[in-house]
Each structure stands twice: as C-alpha cells, then as structure tokens.
C-alpha cells in the first residue's frame, strides 16, 4: 500500500485517480484470499469490484461458496459497488461512470502493514 501511495503522490499534479477497479474470480475467489493478503487488501480499497467467471458459478448446482466470496468480500469493503461480469462481458459505463470517492479517504486508514 506504501508504494500505491507513493505513486498516487508522484503523479497526483497531473493526473487524477476517480476509481479502483478490482476483479473478483468467482471461480477461485475464496483461495486467492485465503493464500494471498494482496487480494484482501485489493478488495478492502477498491470503488468498485467485478466478480469475473460468474457464468461458471451459475451453471454450477452448489453456488454456496460463490455466495460464501460475496459475503467475505463484503465484510472487506462493504461501500464498493459490486458488478458480475457474464462470458467477460460488463458493462463500459458502470466502469467508467461517476467516481465513488476521494481516493484520499480510503488510503488515510490504511497502514504501511496493511
């Protein structure tokens, strides 16, 4: 996160950050948070997150750990929009649309251990 607000420092003259997009894999969600911190810290600081293969989870008979994902990603950043990408597909404007927020904001809580 330090070097994230590093970057966010060095280039805030000219440019301006309006949104955090993270990717959900609704497939191998709930592995990647248990194996990896990053995607936790990800999620935690993301406007909005996409939940990515969820035509695999639909198809699939027991959606309990799709919906298990969606509980634990909401608990992590319960203020982010949540979108559901079909075969790869959403929709541009929901990811381009009006900022969800001062960047600023989210990063004051976080910690260089986070």
């Known amino acids: 996160m330090a070097q994230f607000r ?42 909005l997150l996409v939940f990515s293969k969820t035509d695999m989870v639909h198809g699939h008979p027991d959606r309990s750990g799709y919906e298990l994902l969606k509980t634990r990603v ?12 079909t075969h790869g597909a959403v ?4 990811l381009l649309g009006t900022p969800a927020g001062d960047p600023e904001s989210v990063l004051a809580g976080l910690t260089e251990s986070d």
Not at 74 to 85: M, S, T, V
Not at 91 to 94: F, K
Request: net charge neutral.
């Open 6 to 47: 590093g970057a966010l420092d060095a280039c805030h003259h000219r440019n301006r950050l309006d949104r955090l997009v993270a990717v959900v894999d609704a497939v191998n969600g709930l592995t990647s948070l248990a194996r990896f911190p990053e995607a936790a810290k990800q999620i935690a600081v993301a406007d």
């Open 74 to 85: 909401h608990a992590l950043n319960p203020r982010a929009k949540l979108l559901e990408a």
């Open 91 to 94: 929709d541009p404007g929901a």
